[in-house]
């Protein structure tokens, strides 16, 4: 693949195919003067004295993606963020060729030239490409820095082949593009060049090669191979739902979790977690039987500090009966919620009318987590602490005289304050009486 500078190689490359083409055709000859090819933007061609000298300028006026290759690869992340691959950034060149001079005709004769050669070369060939990167004999330091760096571009290593096409302009278009360019029109000719592969070289993560396809049969000797199963259900362990415990829609310490889905059955039975943001990567052993359609597990309220308040993956490894190899389903979504584990049922404000408690919780708030109480309807920040912590002073100036319904917030994740197993809900006995 190529890299950054193939934009600017492709330029170059179309410039010398002119340059080496006029030559070739002794245009100088023809038209009694000397032909240049710049590769300049068309307000800076005409020199400040209005002298204007016979030459050819190739202008780069639009880049766009190419359709037919940037949905070819992969995506470049994985689910967890990690970069999995460098999936080219694939564009098509867009360039203006016009012949701009002095004298009478001398325009057309190059523009006609320089359309013929490029009709003649559709395709820019990898001998093309090292011709002009890399002229030989070397010329060493007596290119310019810019054109010495086009040599590592990559341009004629791309797996594509670079074609170049005529493209059609109406009178509307060409007028936009030379009246954007605030320069007067000169006899111009638009052509595309597609496809150019620009790809990072930044590491990626590869996977293993396969060692085998299943165990060899130990009398044949031979692989299974695919294994086919007459069903839309896929015969690898899978979860379909997260279940917190009394209907709540996140889980506490402490509580058993439910994961439904299918083929959760086999031996090893572990639940895997991760919280990239706080550097949580734990594994969780299973409770309960072994079961199709369902697997158990609790996160331990004594590792209030492992497992802070957010969001998780899960999911579950395990070894699949008659198999050998663990096996790891995919990853859905867990959310871990505070849980008030001390609360005053109520408190006496003072003469200032200020109302000061302590709350305790599980699990610990981490450095850098957001926490607050709300407080019926208002939110309330704690007093300064320390993290980790697992209890928090509050005080509250010109507090309201009520029973309060109260919960706690931790990175905006509330503690479950709803009794989501009655019928219809009601509020959870979780109050704080301030009088």
Same mark, same amino acid.
């Given at each position: ?171 509307? %278009?060409? =007028? ?34 396969? &060692? ?7 009398? =044949? ?10 069903? &839309? ?19 506490? &310490? ?27 990567? %734990? ?72 109302? =000061? ?39 509250? %100036? ?38």
């Amino acid at each position: 693949m190529s890299n950054a500078l193939a934009i600017a190689g492709v330029t170059a490359v179309l410039r010398d195919l002119l340059n080496d083409g006029l030559i070739n055709h002794n245009i100088s000859g023809v038209i009694g003067s000397t032909v240049s090819v710049s590769t300049l933007p068309p307000d800076r061609v005409v020199s400040g004295d209005g002298t204007e000298a016979s030459q050819l300028n190739l202008f780069l006026h639009n880049v766009t993606p190419n359709s037919g290759w940037r949905n070819e690869d992969l995506p470049a992340r994985d689910g967890a963020g990690r970069r999995s691959g460098n999936p080219p950034l694939a564009l098509n060149l867009h360039y203006l060729l016009s012949a701009y001079s002095g004298a009478d005709l001398h325009g057309e004769i190059l523009l006609g030239y320089a359309m013929q050669l490029l009709h003649e070369h559709p395709i820019l060939t990898r001998q093309d490409i090292e011709a002009a990167l890399n002229p030989s004999p070397d010329v060493g330091n007596t290119l310019p820095p810019a054109l010495r760096a086009l040599a590592d571009s990559g341009l004629a290593d791309q797996i594509e082949h670079i074609r170049l096409t005529q493209e059609f302009l109406n009178s509307e %278009e060409m =007028s936009k593009l030379w009246t954007a360019a605030q320069s007067s029109y000169r006899p111009t000719a638009a052509y595309q060049v597609s496809v150019i592969l620009i790809e990072s070289d930044l590491p990626t993560r590869a996977a293993l090669p396969v &060692l085998t396809r299943g165990a060899p049969d130990p009398v =044949s000797g031979r692989e299974p191979g695919v294994r086919v199963e007459p069903s &839309l259900v896929p015969p690898l362990p899978t979860l379909e739902a997260v279940v917190p415990a009394g209907g709540q829609p996140a889980v506490r &310490l402490g509580e058993t979790i439910v994961l439904n889905g299918h083929h959760l059955d086999g031996t090893v039975r572990e639940v895997h977690l991760v919280n990239e943001l706080r550097e949580v990567d %734990e594994t969780l052993a299973a409770t309960g039987t072994s079961a199709a359609a369902q697997l158990t597990f609790e996160i331990p309220a004594a590792r209030l500090a492992d497992f802070p308040v957010g969001v998780y993956r899960v999911s579950v490894r395990l070894i699949p009966s008659g198999e050998s190899e663990v096996r790891e389903s995919n990853q859905l979504a867990l959310v871990l919620a505070p849980d008030l584990t001390g609360l005053p049922t109520s408190v006496v404000r003072d003469g200032n009318d200020v109302a =000061s408690f302590t709350l305790d919780f599980l699990p610990e708030v981490q450095a850098g987590q957001s926490v607050a109480l709300v407080l019926g309807q208002q939110e309330v920040a704690p007093q300064s602490f320390t993290a980790p912590v697992s209890s928090l002073d509050f005080v509250i %100036e010109d507090a309201p005289v009520d029973n309060h319904l109260v919960r706690l917030r931790v990175d905006g994740i509330d503690s479950p304050i709803i009794d989501r197993a009655a019928s219809p809900p009601v509020f959870l006995d979780q109050r704080i009486d301030i009088s």
